[in-house]
C-alpha cells in the first residue's frame, strides 16, 4: 500500500518518531474518520500561515514583537539566551522565569554566526539589559560557542553576564530539563 508508506516514510522523519512508532500512528490515522483526517491535514497546511519569527527575539509567535518581548509585565532587565525554541518553550511551560529571551536558532554546534551575532547584538544595544543569562544547552567541556558568546557580550559591554547552574547533564537538552532542575540552574546561575 503506497499511501500508508509514504505516511510511515514521512512520519519517520519526525524527532523522537522511530520505524515502529511511525507504523503505529498511521495505523491510528487509518481507523479515523475523514473529516478528522481532513482537520488534522488542514491544521499541519494552515500552521505556518500564522506564524512569524519576532524580529527582536527569534521567538515564534503570530504576531512580531512576539507575545512575550511585547507583553508589558515582562521584566525588560534581564535577557535569557537560549539555543532554540524547544529551550525557550520549556523555560516558558515551567514558569520560573518572567524576563526576556534571545533565541541564538540554527544548528548551534559549536559556532555562533555573524548573522546571529549581529542578530544578538542588535537586540541587546535595543534593550540594555542588566543581565544578561546564557542559558544555551552544555555540549562539550570548554564549549566554543559560550567563549564565542562571552566575547560578543564583552564587546557590547554587558558586565553582568550569568550561566545556568548545572544542574542540567553535559549533552543533556533544557528541553528536556524537568522544572525542578531547571529551577534550581535558574536560581543558582553564578556571575562569569
Ligand atoms: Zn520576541
Do not use: W
Not at 495505523?27 to 491544521?43: A, H, M, N, V
Amino acid at each position: 500500500m503506497e499511501s500508508l508508506d509514504n505516511l510511515v516514510n514521512a512520519l519517520k522523519k519526525f524527532p523522537a518518531i522511530g520505524p515502529k512508532s511511525a507504523r503505529r500512528i498511521a495505523f491510528y490515522l487509518l481507523k479515523q474518520e475523514d473529516s478528522e483526517l481532513e482537520r488534522l491535514g488542514s491544521l499541519i497546511s494552515g500552521l505556518k500561515k500564522d506564524v512569524v519569527t519576532c524580529s527582536h527575539c527569534g521567538n515564534i509567535s503570530s504576531k512580531d514583537p512576539c507575545n512575550i518581548c511585547s507583553d508589558p509585565l515582562r521584566d525588560r532587565n534581564i535577557l535569557c539566551i537560549v539555543d532554540d525554541l524547544e529551550s525557550l518553550s520549556a523555560f516558558e511551560q515551567s514558569g520560573i522565569y518572567n524576563g526576556l529571551y534571545h533565541v541564538l536558532g540554527g544548528n548551534f554546534a559549536g559556532e555562533i554566526t555573524d548573522e546571529s551575532a549581529d542578530f544578538l547584538s542588535r537586540h541587546i544595544r535595543e534593550l540594555n539589559p542588566d543581565e544578561v543569562i546564557i542559558a544555551s544547552s552544555p555540549r562539550i567541556e570548554g564549549d566554543m560557542s559560550y567563549y564565542t558568546l562571552i566575547d560578543v557580550l564583552r564587546g557590547l559591554g554587558v558586565e553582568n553576564v550569568t550561566r545556568l547552574a548545572y544542574g542540567l547533564p553535559l549533552g543533556g537538552s533544557i528541553e528536556f530539563a524537568d522544572r525542578m532542575t531547571l529551577h534550581t540552574a535558574l536560581e543558582g546561575r553564578r556571575r562569569v
